[in-house]
């Protein structure tokens, strides 16, 4: 998932696998464990559908949410090159959003659905989107290590079991490199250039790191729950893994370019091979996830605005008989 | 209360925080319509996702929007998805080629040990 940092379904805390037919349950399990996709009208256990659904879809709403504080920088971009490329990526964020609704959808959940539950605040997004790109030098953390942290996840997304999220994540995962090389370019630009420009990556950085450390989700209980989910390749891998590759792939380069990351603990142990850190605060993490960050009420606003605004255009140009069906893959 | 952004022109828009009205209806979103890209002249068309759109005209437009932004593209196709039929994966196993299907695949016809035991034949023959 896009930052696995969501809140738990508190509606499947008892056993995954309860009420499912036992022989249909081994043969889906055993498709899954001989490295076979699961296609949309396949039988599936009613929990892997509910995970998809809720992971696909949360993913998707980060897309469309995520491109927001990036957008903002778009009539400021410094430089007309920059504002091609910038334009390029919100764009790109955009249909990856379309692409996982999409993915969803297969599912039996429809578009109009998945966008009332993010407006009305039932359905979430990451985390690092509630907080506001103050500075182009925001923008340009952002796209570095925001999408640094995306691909982690996606890479390991895109090797799960159901058919129509993988497709939709090879292809988003192949966009996503232009996006890493333009946020990386930026930041190395600030990091290399004059004081003024070097304090602004170094205060966007530090006001960054927190949330990017969020952005994986607390460390896993390892319960049954992560087991199945695991088992069925709908979790790829742990959020405590995920939050090791980043930290391993980006830290050396950050500091590479003589930035500081406000954590004193922050190292690799040669022995163990693993960063440690100072876990950050989870407290502040769930109280922003459920709605008091700086910026959900202006995200979610902005969201429901474009779908106000655009309404009446939208029923003008509907066809009398038009009639919706599930998308096929 | 009103939003106040760091971003003028959503300060501008004057949006209230609190209103939850004007849910999405089924269908505000449109149907879809299946996209089908050929990237060069003399493949295939290949099914690469799809779009929604309330038109052929518009879905060509979003298509193209959507899944040609890099690359190369020659052609495009767009249907809607309600027009297209399927089978179910439930029933794959009518694609299974059967014993009694063998005739049909190049690998049921050997025949150099009937032409080398021919020749041994002929051989000894004029020996
Ligand atoms: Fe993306
Ligand atoms: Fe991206």
Known sequence: MYGNAYVENPAATNSLTANEDPIKLAEFEARIAAGEKIEPNDWMPEQYKKQLIR?????????????????????????????????????????????????????????????????????????????????????????????????????????????????????????????????????????????????????????????????????????????????????????????????????????????????????????????????????????????????????????????????????AILRKDAKYVTPLA | MKIVSLDPRVTRENIDAETLEGELQPLDHFETYEVFEQRKRGTHHVHVGNVHAPSHELAMVFAKEQYTRRGQCVNLWVVRTSDIFVTEYMDSDIFETTATKKYREPDAYKVIDRINAFKAREAAKNA
């Open chain 1, 55 to 315: 992971m696909i879809e949360q993913h998707a709403h980060s897309e469309i949410i995520g491109a927001l504080p990036e957008g903002t920088w778009i009539t400021r971009a410094p430089g007309f090159r920059r504002k091609l490329a910038l334009m390029a990526k919100v764009q790109d964020e955009i249909g990856h959003g379309q692409l996982l609704y999409s993915a969803a959808e297969t599912l039996g959940k429809s578009r109009e659905d998945m966008t009332n539950d993010l407006i009305s605040g039932k359905s979430k997004y990451s985390n690092v989107f509630n907080y506001p790109a103050k500075t182009w030098a925001d923008s340009a953390v952002i796209a570095w290590l925001i999408d640094a942290g995306a691909i982690v996840n996606q890479l390991a997304n895109s090797k799960g079991s159901y058919g129509p999220y993988c497709r939709a994540l090879e292809r988003i995962c192949a966009e996503e490199s232009f996006h890493l090389k333009y946020g990386h370019d930026n930041v190395v630009f600030l990091a290399t250039g004059t004081p003024k420009q070097r304090e602004m990556v170094q205060d966007a950085l530090s006001r960054w790191w927190e949330p990017i450390m969020h952005f994986f989700g607390p460390p896993d209980k390892m319960s049954v729950h992560t087991e199945v989910l695991m088992r069925w390749k709908v979790k790829m891998g742990t959020n405590d893994d995920m939050r090791q590759t980043f930290l391993d792939m980006y830290v050396p380069k950050i500091w590479d370019l003589g930035l500081t990351l406000p954590d004193p603990n922050l190292k690799k142990n040669e022995e163990t091979g693993k960063w440690e850190y100072t876990e950050p605060n989870w407290e502040v993490f769930k109280q922003v996830i459920n709605g008091n960050g700086p910026c959900n009420k202006e995200r979610l606003a902005v969201r429901r605005k474009a779908e106000e605004k655009g309404r009446w255009v939208r029923n």
